[in-house]
């Protein structure tokens, strides 16, 4: 279809809507601050791909167009580094930081860089986990892009990097001209909500799962299909250079600490008038002027050891939570010229350092395989392993999730295997070792008894997760329901902690909820690290606790897929936990968001005599739920909220109890059915789903003001 422009109109045009459309990627992938939504995005993509059609002289190497993959490619070529890409020292602790601040120090001060009582000043940076690649810019146009390989030849990967929309086919101007020619290193990382999702999609189409993130990223960039590299959401850091000219006055090559090359002497002196700053901080300060990525939100100039530690403690203290791999930190000497005269030593520099984390993968063997019974009654297998130091601890027991997982797994006692540990998260094993599988080893079969009450164990045809059928009978689900009930969100009865349950109900003090507001001060004394103050103010809150609101305490019996907004829908539309109690599935589902699976869990678990038995023993023991006040209506009544991330001023909770109290709803998960997102620091796969599906995204300060708060 012709688009009725003249050919110079159509450049003109074409021009306007590459500018644009780079733009939106760079703060999508970049700045991570959308601009437009998606359906703009995609309006313009297809007119751009119109007029290119139309006009194929306008189809140029740098559009936004070409980002889509090309057809398959028979093989890499190989490209040989301008400036070598070399490797970096290892270090595994403070001793090790210690020495090389030592002889960085010795040096400068020798060499009069650094005055006697002066610390050395480094930039500080993450060590991702992914793969090192090479962008080769030519007056500002993506030229090549290559891999480490050996640090002097790498694989050709070019049209695979050009799918990668976080990295700029052209570079902005940035006040000045661009460079003739620049090398640009940095890594190539797959996020972990997009690994996740790119598994489930692999294992949907039974297809090979990738291992870890940097495996997915690695064998994306690698596809000689580049069209598949396109569907896979790659992400790139920019944290150094190779080849630099800046044109006629410019000088050929000049590298950067980025690459970590060893420069001769007569280059090296000519790169500090020809380099567009004298710092490695500055450098990426110009490099993220070009429109590149950095991780600039991460680095930091620190000095001395005293401030490489502290980098190296704040950061892995985040490690967990952030949105990539990484498995340490690195330290370079911020000036140029102090790189250069620490110089190199082999194939690695002297002036820069990885101080490592803990490793978080290990190899270690499957001694046996157990269950545990979880606060539902869920099943959940869990490895016996022989002891094995990773991510920082020693592990001993690691989760298998369950039977299919298992089973997908190819995962057999006796099996050696490898375990992953990840800042906080509980141990697990990532796959065995089928080379070094013994002779006696055997399959895991699943008991048919929970092995705490003997009650059968029961999988139903539609779930992955068997469950024990005791119910509050069973002494485990006891002890996880008794600690749900005592959380802040339920009765909340602060003191009542888990080791305090365990020890209650293992004495036999305690068999269900009723029993809690039995307990005195004097026996309560008798236990560890309780005392006679600990003991009365747990009975105060145990007191106060028997006139909860009617949705706390539909909350704390721990009903399956009821949680704390659906437990306040229902004591608002029943009124009383009888009349709950005696609603059959048809009523159940009238009342607000209830479905078909909701209902038919809150059947079961009233029509079990044990639970009846329970609610009865409450009411003996005087315990009074309060009528569940609906909120005065305001704007935000029958509007559905998702928070995601870390707010500056409020914490979730509270956010969610403001939100709650304006008359608005809190859900867990993002859908059509969404009014809002309200996204912090570190948001997730929520915010991802709530830009495919259009739901509108707030920040606090947007619901502050929505909720009328200054």
């Known amino acids: 279809m012709s688009s009725g422009l003249t050919l110079e109109a159509a450049r003109e045009r074409a021009g306007a809507l590459r500018r644009e459309i780079e733009g939106h990627n760079h703060r999508y992938y970049v700045l991570d601050d959308p601009s437009v939504p998606d359906a703009v995005y995609d309006g313009q993509m297809r007119e751009l791909e119109a007029l290119e059609a139309e006009w194929e002289e306008l189809r140029t190497p740098d559009s936004p167009t070409q980002r889509v993959g090309a057809t398959p490619s028979s093989a890499f070529g190989s490209v040989r580094h301008a400036v070598p890409m070399l490797s970096l020292g290892n270090a595994f602790n403070r001793e090790e930081v210690e020495a090389f601040d030592r002889r960085v120090t010795d040096t400068l001060r020798d060499a009069g860089q650094l005055g006697l009582a002066e610390a050395a000043e480094y930039f500080c940076e993450m060590k991702f986990d992914g793969l090192a690649i090479s962008l080769r810019y030519e007056n500002g146009v993506l030229v090549q892009a290559a891999t480490r390989g050996d640090g002097y030849e790498g694989e050709d990967v070019t049209h695979n990097v050009r799918t990668i929309r976080a990295i700029p086919l052209r570079l902005q101007a940035s006040g000045r001209a661009v460079p003739e020619v620049l090398e640009v290193r940095g890594e190539v990382l797959m996020f972990r909500e997009d690994f996740e999702r790119l598994n489930l999609a692999q294992q949907a189409r039974n297809e090979k799962v990738f291992v870890n993130p940097r495996n997915a990223a690695a064998g994306s960039l690698r596809q000689l299909d580049s069209t598949i590299t396109a569907k896979r959401n790659l992400r790139f850091y920019a944290y150094g250079w190779g080849e630099y000219r800046a044109g006629q006055d410019g000088v050929a090559p000049a590298g950067g600490s980025g690459d970590l090359f060893a420069a001769a002497s007569a280059e090296a002196a000519a790169q500090d008038a020809a380099l567009p700053a004298r710092t490695h901080s500055g450098m990426l300060a110009w490099l993220a002027e070009l429109g590149l990525p950095v991780n600039s939100k991460y680095n930091r100039v620190a000095r001395g050891v005293d401030g490489l530690m502290a980098f190296y403690n704040e950061v892995g203290a985040t490690r967990a939570g952030l ?121 895991f079969v699943m008991p048919t008894h929970c092995p705490i009450c003997g009650s059968a164990i029961e999988r139903p045809e539609d779930e992955t997760i068997a469950r024990c059928s005791g119910g509050l009978f069973c002494a485990a689900q006891r002890k996880q329901s008794l600690w749900h009930a005592a959380s802040r969100k339920a009765l909340d009865i602060g003191g009542l902690g888990e080791k305090l349950i365990e020890q209650l109900v293992d004495d036999g003090r305690v068999h269900s909820l009723a029993d809690l507001f039995d307990l005195r001060a004097e026996l309560l004394a008798s236990y560890d690290r309780m005392g006679a103050k600990s003991a009365a103010n747990l009975v105060a809150a145990i007191e106060a606790a028997r006139r909860p609101t009617l949705g706390r305490l539909i909350y704390a019996l721990g009903i399956r897929h009821v949680g704390e907004t659906t437990a306040r829908d229902l004591a608002r539309h029943f009124g009383s936990m009888e009349a709950l109690a005696d609603a059959d599935l048809e009523a159940l589902q009238r009342a607000p968001d209830v479905g078909p699976v909701v209902a038919a869990s809150v059947r079961r678990f009233f029509d079990e005599p044990h639970n009846r038995e329970v609610l009865e023993a409450l009411k003996r023991h005087g315990v009074e739920p309060q009528p569940e006040v609906a909120p005065a209506s305001t704007g935000l009544t029958g509007k559905t909220f998702v928070l995601t991330g870390t707010f500056p001023r409020w914490t979730r909770e509270e956010a969610s109890q403001r939100i709650i109290a304006a008359g608005g709803k809190v859900s867990g998960s993002v859908s059509r059915k969404t009014s809002f997102v309200v996204a912090g620091v570190e948001a997730g796969s929520k915010l991802t789903k709530a830009r495919e599906l259009g739901v509108t995204v707030l920040d606090e300060d947007e619901l502050r003001a929505m909720l009328g708060e200054p």
């Open 323 to 443: 949105k990539y791999d990484i498995d340490g930190v690195v330290y370079k000497v911020d000036s140029l010229r102090s790189q250069q005269t620490l110089g190199f030593v082999a194939r690695a520099p002297r002036f820069a350092l990885a101080h490592k984390f803990p490793a978080e993968e290990a190899q270690t063997r499957l001694l046996d395989i157990e269950v545990q019974v979880g606060r539902t009654g869920a099943i959940t297998p869990v490895a016996r392993l022989a002891p094995v130091f990773v991510g920082g601890v020693t592990v001993t027991n690691a989760t298998l999730h369950n039977e299919d997982e298992i089973r997908r797994k190819d995962v057999m006692i006796g099996d050696t295997v490898i375990v992953r540990r990840a800042g906080d998260v509980i141990p697990e094993v990532v796959r065995p070792l089928p080379e070094l599988r013994p002779a006696d080893a055997r399959a």
